[in-house]
């Protein structure tokens, strides 16, 4: 990720070494016209417009995301979870494959447990197949992790080199798919995101080059075309989804197509338990939840927390780089990022909300 600013120079050039005391009220904003003709308006950072902050735990694997059949007697199970911080970004091209292997069995029903985002587009593909779907989850829409997530298209994050090739086609059958949802009824958009850096970007290759056509347009920005306190900014337009209206929308899909005993609110223990099921087939989608029922080792949380601003619905842009972030939502400005691996708790960090509302309003205060 890129660099998204040198505090200090900052603080020097802009005048800002007071933002960080009080977070008061910023008031100055208007347009910040660009001579490429678009304007870009501020983001109003400030603790009085906070409307909330969220905390969710990513599924992660240091060796990559988990995506194989195992036969249990006269059950297979189908693994599908693991994807860290890129779950949304993966997950229809993880169920696209989740459903080949599924399609391997000959079975005509199919239990899918799990109704995060990657286990609702699991069931969705299946349905579209003529399998009999259940899905069976200990939390529904709103109460998933994937509810909890930033929710753009950035899937680097579950690279593996050793899945390159997995991981190469599950990004593109994702990035096809998500299209065929765009619009105000699944909350799919193009946005316009703004990769900021202190210093000048390195040439793409490998992983960047793999699958830079999914992101249309980018361009290397002149210091006079952009009003961002860095000199090197990079802009790219990326798929951008609003979890509540999303997740939200499949599930109701997945009722409307298989009716609405097809969803059911179960938690599994152990093993033996998923194992009871009806289904010859079932689909893994669990997340963390794969740790206790499979044993997985490897399976720890990297604990995430967005502070919410009260919308902006004149901000139409995304800012990314040096570990902080807005994203531009219809429920609000969402701010990031934060990562701490193994915590499970999911108590709010007043330090790290300190530290990406500092970076974020010298930021926004500090643009021209």
Request: proline share 7%; aromatic share 8%; glycine share 10%.
């Amino acid at each position: 990720m890129h660099e998204m600013v040198d505090r200090r120079n900052w603080l020097k050039t802009a005048g800002l070494a007071a933002v960080g005391a009080g977070l008061g009220v910023h008031c100055a904003s208007p347009l910040e016209p660009n001579p490429n003709g678009t304007q870009l308006r501020r983001v109003h950072v400030s603790r009085n417009r906070i409307i909330r902050t969220t905390v969710g735990l990513r599924p992660t694997r240091p060796s990559g995301f988990v995506l194989r059949s195992e036969t249990f007697g006269d059950k297979t199970i189908i693994h599908n979870f693991g994807h860290g911080g890129s779950g949304m970004s993966l997950s229809w091209g993880t169920a696209h494959l989740a459903m080949e292997l599924a399609l391997e069995t000959g079975a005509s029903q199919v239990a899918v447990v799990g109704a995060g985002v990657v286990g609702l587009s699991t069931a969705r593909l299946l349905q579209q197949k003529g399998y009999q779907v259940t899905v069976y989850a200990k939390d529904l829409p709103p109460r998933t992790t994937s509810n909890m997530s930033a929710a753009y298209f950035g899937p680097t994050g579950a690279y593996r080199s050793a899945y390159e090739n997995v991981w190469h086609r599950a990004t593109r059958l994702s990035h096809r798919y998500f299209q065929d949802y765009l619009g105000d009824e699944y909350g799919v958009r193009w946005v316009p995101y703004y990769l900021v850096s202190q210093n000048p970007p390195s040439p793409q290759r490998g992983l960047g080059r793999l699958i830079e056509d999914l992101y249309p347009e980018t361009a290397q920005l002149d210091p006079s075309e952009h009003p961002f306190p860095t000199p090197y900014v990079r802009r790219r337009w990326t798929l951008q989804f609003e979890p509540s209206v999303y997740l939200k929308a499949l599930l109701r899909d997945v009722r409307l197509a298989s009716g609405p005993r097809s969803v059911i609110v179960r938690e599994f223990t152990n093993l033996d338990e998923l194992l009871m099921l009806d289904e010859p087939v079932i689909m893994n989608c669990t997340g963390l939840g794969a740790k206790p029922l499979f044993g997985d080792e490897e399976l720890h949380p990297v604990k995430g927390q967005l502070t919410v601003l009260l919308p902006q619905p004149e901000v139409d842009y995304a800012v990314v780089g040096g570990g902080l972030y807005m994203l531009p939502r219809r429920d609000g400005i969402i701010l990031g990022s934060t990562r701490e691996a193994n915590d499970w708790t999911l108590e709010p960090s007043e330090t790290e909300m300190e530290r990406v509302m500092n970076g974020n309003a010298e930021f926004f205060d500090a643009m021209t």
